[in-house]
């Protein structure tokens, strides 16, 4: 009975899973890394001509990364990331930095198949996106393929979703099923639609915590969100706030009151606001003294903001925000750039998030008239 056993899991640990491989591209080591735990190294293991043997420590099914030293220094992209559970064997072949496939213990037979449905639904989508990306490199206009992207993007995410769904109703028995469950990307129905498809065993087997811990994310996600919604929506308050300027002095919202103040929520690291800045430059020029700009630094060393703000040569107000405040909590900011319009009498008029060009739209349309 105990060698029938060792058969089952592949020779593998319980608490441990089983790593064989012979991927080219590798060189002398590979480091595995957590997902959930921030890309948390679990330790790095020797490889010779792409091929590798070792035991790792996982506790509990979780996504896990193996990528080689020089793509952690940010060198190259070689890795390979699936989904690791303790007890199991699995088997890599193929290339590193191309394609590469699963085999070992009767779950990553599963799986290797499921990665296959994967693979065979994201088909259209990848050949879609790549062939948006070379017309970019060609000097399409971002605009225009934004554009398009967005208006077919909700089709081909649907019948990706499909393709999955079909999967798992076709195989409601297989863990593997529910390891796709979290490639319901924020869609909260679907995963719990496609969890509600399996088995009672599979359903509320070892695999639970994984999808299920997926599921509670995207929801609590969501529900942070819907907060910062509340915070940002057209007719709220703007709360009041003091910052130092880039001179030192306190500015306050409220020392503004009477014009429209947009609020600008940036940093020097974030590639999108620096990307923005020539248009956002152009529009302060083309509707001066009708609004005025504060941009609130988040995130940057204060000498870094200063040096940034004389480098981009921006012409508009600016205060820093330190660490320590509650402005970015007080507004619900979630990513960058936030921008905030408000109004003379101190309340929001309208917030954009990202670098949209429907911003633009908008500011023409409030003060162009």
């Not at 009975?1 to 899991?9: E, G, S, T």
């Not at 990331?81 to 779950?107: C, H, M, Q």
Request: aromatic residues 10%.
């Amino acid at each position: 009975m105990a060698l029938v056993a060792c058969a089952q899991i592949g020779f593998a640990q319980s608490g441990k899973l089983h790593v064989q491989a012979n991927l080219a591209g590798l060189t002398d080591s590979v480091v595995v890394l957590s997902v959930e735990q921030g890309n948390k190294q679990l330790g790095t293991f020797a490889a010779k001509d792409g091929k590798f043997d070792f035991d790792v420590d996982v506790d509990h099914v979780q996504d896990i990364v193996l990528a080689t030293p020089a793509t952690l220094r940010r060198q190259e992209s070689k890795f390979v990331s699936f989904v690791a559970v303790p007890g199991e064997s699995v088997e890599l072949t193929g290339n590193i930095a191309e394609r590469y496939d699963f085999a070992g213990s009767k779950f990553y037979q599963q799986y290797h198949e499921a990665d296959l449905a994967m693979e065979n639904a994201q088909k259209e989508l990848i050949e879609y996106t790549n062939g948006l990306q070379q017309r970019l490199q060609a000097g399409e206009s971002e605009e225009a393929i934004g554009k398009e992207y967005r208006e077919k993007w909700p089709a081909m995410r649907d019948k990706l979703f499909d393709a999955l769904t079909a999967y798992i109703r076709q195989h409601p028995d297989q863990e593997a099923s529910a390891a796709l469950i979290p490639s319901f990307k924020n869609d909260v129905a679907k995963m719990e639609e496609a969890a509600g498809m399996l088995t009672a065993d599979v359903k509320n087997g070892r695999m639970k915590p994984y999808y299920q811990g997926a599921i509670d994310r995207i929801k609590s996600s969501s529900e942070r969100e819907q907060a910062a919604a509340r915070k940002q929506e057209a007719g709220v308050t703007a709360p009041d706030f003091t910052l130092n300027d880039i001179n030192g002095k306190p500015l306050s919202l409220s020392s503004l009151r009477g014009k429209y103040v947009l609020l600008d929520f940036w940093g020097s690291w974030c590639v999108w606001c620096i990307k923005g800045i020539p248009q956002m430059k152009e529009y302060y020029n083309k509707y001066k003294g009708k609004f005025e700009i504060l941009g609130i630094d988040c995130n940057d060393p204060e000498q870094k903001w200063k040096d940034a703000v004389k480098k981009h040569e921006l012409p508009w107000l600016h205060v820093y925000n330190p660490r320590d405040s509650k402005v970015l909590e007080d507004y619900g900011i979630q990513g960058f750039p936030t921008k905030i319009l408000v109004g003379p009498d101190g309340k929001i008029v309208k917030t954009v998030v990202g670098e949209d060009p429907a911003f633009y739209t908008f500011l023409d349309e409030t003060f162009g008239k």
